[in-house]
């Protein structure tokens, strides 16, 4: 990457070249990559051309999200305009995880489907999977940040003095609680509530004790019987407070067994035939998506589910291998 400012110039002339300087609307979640594209784009077409459209996804939003989200739009008056998508990524969730499908249907689609005339600016960059296998500018959408990395991004946000507070599972990502869920959502009140509650929980307790962490987030796996709660924290805190947090989120309602990542774990996952048969599906599963968000190192045991309802993929089981 270049100076900064010169890459920040760089995109301001690329997007007033797609949006034609006129008005065009914010997939805007209140994370970094979002933010600054939110930034960026005021400064091409200015604060009265835009508006910031939000997915809510009840339950499944992260407080501190919408909080973030408010403040921001206020602060650069912007309009915000809150679209609901509980429903919709319910209704996905059941089949098993797929953030990719949820991505483009719902955070995405709905907004889409609101603003059908306008283009929608999104924050996809090289570090996610839309800007490792899509386009910069496809269907109405642009995504201002396609060639950069999320290291990248930090430093144009660093020099446009761009602070975006902590609000999900690590400093610079929102993240979605339901995508700690790594089995289908079948019961809303155990398998939904249980992600729900342990994330929530552990981020407040984070956020109150002072605790730093790049990583933070509870992994809800197992069969669908039983809910196994994995807390990831990178740093590890000291082992006090770990044992604190391992004791109140395994009291949780809807919890089974609660275990705190300290090694590195073999996950046993059971995968749809269309997955388990595409290796480059499975690659970017273990590496791309999974990796990321765990504290120590994961690999996987694949197995192929006889079940037809399994439309992604469930980690059933984990083993520790060090």
Same mark, same amino acid.
């Given at each position: 990457m270049q100076k900064p400012s010169v890459e920040i110039e760089k995109i301001?002339?690329?997007? %007033?070249?797609?949006?034609?300087?006129?008005?065009?609307?914010v997939a805007f979640s209140g994370g970094q990559d979002s933010t600054v594209t939110l930034n960026?784009?005021?400064?091409?077409?200015g604060n009265k051309k835009l508006i910031a459209a939000n997915v809510d996804f009840g339950n499944f939003t992260y407080n501190k999200a919408r909080e973030n989200i408010q403040k921001i739009c206020e602060t650069l008056e912007i309009e915000l305009n809150v679209i609901t998508g509980e429903q919709e990524?319910?209704?996905?969730?059941?089949?098993?995880?797929?953030?990719?499908?949820?991505?483009?249907?719902? %955070?995405l689609g709905l907004i889409k489907n609101k603003f059908p005339n306008k283009i929608i600016l999104t924050g996809s960059n090289k570090s996610d999977s839309w800007g490792q296998y899509g386009f910069a500018f496809y269907g109405g959408y642009y995504a201002p940040l396609f060639?950069?990395?999320?290291?990248?991004?930090k430093i144009?946000?660093?020099?446009?003095?761009?602070?975006?507070?902590?609000?999900?599972?690590?400093?610079?990502?929102?993240?979605? %609680?339901? %995508?700690h869920l790594l089995k289908p959502l079948i019961n809303l009140s155990y398998h939904g509530q249980a992600v729900d509650k342990a994330n929530e929980l552990l981020l407040d307790r984070i956020s109150r004790t002072g605790?730093?962490?790049?990583?933070?987030?509870?992994?809800?796996?197992?069969?669908?019987?039983?809910?196994?709660?994995?807390?990831?924290?990178?740093?590890?805190?000291?082992?006090?407070?770990?044992?604190?947090?391992?004791f109140q989120i395994g009291q949780l309602e809807g919890i089974d067994e609660c275990q705190v990542v300290n090694c590195h774990l073999q996950l046993v996952i059971k995968a749809n035939k269309g997955q388990f048969n595409n290796l480059r599906s499975r690659h970017w599963l273990e590496k791309g998506r999974l990796q990321p968000e765990f504290a120590f190192p994961v690999s996987v045991k694949w197995l192929l589910t006889t079940n037809r309802k399994l439309k992604t993929f469930q980690v059933i089981a984990y083993n520790k291998l060090n």
């Open positions: 301001i002339k690329n997007i %007033k070249k797609y949006t034609q300087e006129k008005n065009a609307v960026l784009a005021r400064l091409a077409i990524q319910i209704d996905i969730m059941m089949g098993g995880p797929d953030c990719n499908l949820c991505t483009k249907k719902i %955070k060639s950069y990395t999320k290291e990248n991004i144009i946000a660093d020099y446009l003095n761009i602070k975006v507070k902590r609000i999900g599972e690590n400093l610079n990502r929102e993240g979605c %609680k339901l %995508k605790i730093y962490a790049e990583k933070a987030n509870v992994k809800i796996i197992g069969p669908l019987s039983r809910n196994i709660a994995l807390i990831n924290i990178y740093p590890l805190p000291e082992k006090s407070w770990l044992d604190k947090i391992k």
